[in-house]
């Protein structure tokens, strides 16, 4: 028995398309996938605000309150809660440049359009959450954008999301790069510092993406644990990555089990979840899967952070102490190693 919630969204299972090769599995409907997700364990749902209501850019606010209003009906009848809702601005031809830094005006009017109506289907959706994962927000060229007046500029965008609502929180989820080449925001530590900025820093946090901190160079663990120092690790993400190439999204602990090990760790140590926060889940199936393995690496991922979460409720701490106090690192090393290979 695990003692977290967990989340997923609509685009975990997808068709397969990479940047070099088309699609190589069928679409799923929506409905069919919210519902496999309960059946699989999921009791949270993550939405781009596209996922919620498609087609949002040719309808009103009202009539995008009004499908979101129907999205919570279906939700409610399948024992479903939204988590967050995230604006899709990295997929849209007025954005292409990043859309709350973009250079162009009327294209940051359009980004923070679409951040207040996302904060609008959060609403309707019972959520307080807004993610802002800055995809486009840095640079392709260095000097196409003046970094300075860009973080002013996304400062500026994210006060008028807290003052929109005074109840929305705002995740950041950073990442160094992909699809652009060089973040204004790629860690948490910059997002921590950000919100300081900001009119509310109460009401702007983070989420942790394990592949993104690996892609930052950086120990997931580590970085999980900055934002508990602060209070302010509201979401994660949790994946595996092979070093630094794109972005992978791989099942949770494939690649690194001691550090998956250590991020499950930190999170239990300190409460993370006590105050209602998900355990998401933001992995991929890999390319060369059948449509019948379309839900395999999140059934894997699952059952990896329940046996994971085993081992860390068995860790001796005891024992570990006792170890710290006699300076002797190697046991401890030992000691996991055996833990994490059955031997303890
Ligand atoms: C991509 C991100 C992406 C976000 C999601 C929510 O690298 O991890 O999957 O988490 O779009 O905003
Ligand atoms: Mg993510």
């Not at 899709?88 to 940051?108: C, P, Q, Y």
């Amino acid at each position: 028995m695990s003692m977290f919630k967990f989340s997923v969204g609509p685009w975990n299972v997808h068709e397969g398309a990479d940047a070099f090769g088309p699609e190589v599995r069928s679409s799923i409907s929506f409905d069919q996938k919210l519902r496999k997700f309960k059946e699989i364990g999921f009791t949270g749902i993550q939405f781009h605000d596209d996922d919620a209501v498609p087609d949002m850019n040719e309808l009103s606010e009202d009539q995008i309150k009004s499908r979101a209003r129907e999205l919570k009906q279906f939700l409610d009848e399948q024992g479903l809660e939204a988590e967050f809702v995230a604006p899709r601005l990295w997929m849209d031809a007025r954005t292409i440049d990043g859309g709350f830094t973009s250079n162009s005006s009327a294209d940051r009017e359009f980004a923070i359009w679409r951040a207040l109506r996302s904060i609008d289907i959060a609403k309707e959706l019972g959520s307080d959450r807004l993610v802002l994962w800055l995809a486009r927000e840095g640079t392709l060229c260095s000097e196409s954008k003046d970094p300075v007046l860009s973080l002013h500029r996304l400062r500026e965008a994210i006060n008028i999301m807290l003052a929109y609502d005074p109840q929305i929180r705002i995740l950041i989820e950073p990442k160094p790069n992909e699809p652009i080449d060089r973040s204004f925001v790629p860690t948490v530590g910059h997002v921590l510092g950000f919100a300081n900025g900001t009119q509310d820093p109460s009401r702007v946090g983070a989420l942790l993406e394990s592949a993104h901190a690996v892609l930052a160079g950086l120990e997931p663990s580590l970085e999980m644990a900055f934002c508990l120092a602060h209070g302010k690790l509201w979401g994660v993400h949790l994946n595996d990555q092979n070093g630094l190439r794109y972005d992978q999204d791989k099942s949770f602990g494939v690649e690194n089990i001691r550090s998956a090990f250590n991020q499950l760790k930190v999170l239990i140590d300190h409460g993370y979840g006590s105050n209602g926060e998900y355990i998401g889940l933001d992995v991929k199936a890999m390319r060369t899967q059948s449509a019948a393995m379309s839900y395999a690496h999140l059934e894997n991922s699952l059952r990896i952070v329940k046996l994971i979460e085993s081992k860390v409720r068995r860790f001796d701490k005891d024992l570990v102490l006792k170890y710290q106090d006699a300076r002797n690192y190697e046991a401890i090393e030992m000691y996991v190693m055996e833990l994490l290979l059955g031997e303890q």
